[in-house]
């Protein structure tokens, strides 16, 4: 009775009768919430998930497409230029260690003379060039000229001043000797000089370019120790673009990382903001320094270890 009673009151009093359907309504809300809740969490991790997904695999396919125009790249170079030392009578190849060296067709042997440079390298320079088409390059380290016309190749508007002591075995001065047959004939922009860095340096540098604000570019592979590399890069220092970039070859290879802190901490002092000792694609640890960039410019493809 009591029930039937209470029964009644609630369905006659309006009070009680709407707060019921309020508290109902809320409950009902709560529960559709609690079943939703699931499906709109899971739809949040699948947006995410798939916003990070998608960001970090168009990053990879960028950047793989990047390389592969590099690579391709560096090979068209890398035929332009030893289609020329073929029809000079010697075939561009490689050593077990996959450093470019060069045979001798007439003779039917290899020179004995420095080389090394290596495809990556070549890939590392078409990667500068797209962010810095440097117009005037200054190079230590000139064996037969291999390094020095793929450079010539790759920035074609450059001025290309390279300096050699003819120390590397005993064909260095026939590689000397070729060199300035295929300036001659291919490359008028490069000028090679006999001497050593850094005392001949002074000698070597081209004044029209220190006129005109210093070389943009340097690449560094005359003797490959932590003292010389140290010496090599004071020597051009004073001859260098407010702008400029100068890679290292071999740090990784030669084991020049002491050379390279030495090297890094004079160039702190003349603004050089920019310092990677080893590039870890490059195949045999090419290190390069840099001021006048902001340091995001180089990313992602100038990644490497600095110690
Ligand atoms: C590794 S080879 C250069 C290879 C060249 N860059 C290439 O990749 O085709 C090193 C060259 O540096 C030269 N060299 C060594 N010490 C030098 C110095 N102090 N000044 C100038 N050249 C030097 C040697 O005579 C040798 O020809």
Redesign the pocket.
């Known amino acids: 009775m009591e029930t039937v009673t209470y029964s009644l009151y609630l369905s006659t009093n309006p009070k009680i009768y709407y707060l019921e359907k309020i508290i109902r309504k809320e409950m009902m809300n709560i529960s559709v919430f609690r079943r939703n809740r699931h499906a709109l969490e899971s739809a949040f991790l699948f947006i995410t998930i798939s916003f990070f997904l998608n960001q970090s695999l168009c990053g990879y396919s960028l950047s793989a497409q990047k390389v592969e125009t590099l690579r391709v790249g560096a090979a068209r170079i890398a035929l332009r230029v030893n289609k020329i030392y073929e029809e000079l009578g010697y075939i561009i190849t490689k050593n077990q260690l996959g450093a ?1 060296i060069i045979h001798d067709k007439k003779r039917n042997r290899n020179l004995d ?5 290596h495809g990556t ?1 070549l890939m590392l320079f078409l990667a500068i060039r797209d962010i810095f088409p440097a117009r005037s390059i200054f ?10 016309f ?1 450079l010539a190749e790759v920035f074609g508007e450059a001025k290309v001043d390279v ?7 005993e064909d ?1 001065k026939v ?1 000397s000797n070729l060199t300035r047959k295929i300036a001659e004939r291919y490359y008028p922009s490069v000028r090679l000089t006999i ?6 340096t002074p000698r070597a540098v081209r004044k029209e370019v220190i006129d005109t604000g210093g070389y943009e570019l340097i ?1 560094i ?4 120790t932590n003292d ?1 590399i140290y ?2 890069f004071n020597g051009i220092s004073p001859y260098l673009a407010p702008k400029c970039i100068v890679v290292i ?2 740090v990784g290879l030669a084991n020049l990382q002491s050379g390279f802190r030495a090297i890094r901490e004079r160039a702190n002092q003349i603004r050089f903001n920019l310092f990677i000792s080893r590039l870890i694609w490059t195949h045999f640890g090419t290190g390069l320094l840099a001021r006048g960039f902001p340091p995001l410019q180089f990313e992602p493809y100038f990644r490497g270890i600095t110690d």
């Open positions: 470019t003379t420095g080389g090394g440079f390298d190079i230590i380290g000139n064996a037969f000229g291999y390094s020095t793929c300096i050699d002591a003819e120390i590397e075995g260095n590689g001497g050593f860095s850094p005392e001949d690449f592979d005359g003797l490959h010389q010496k090599d070859h071999d």
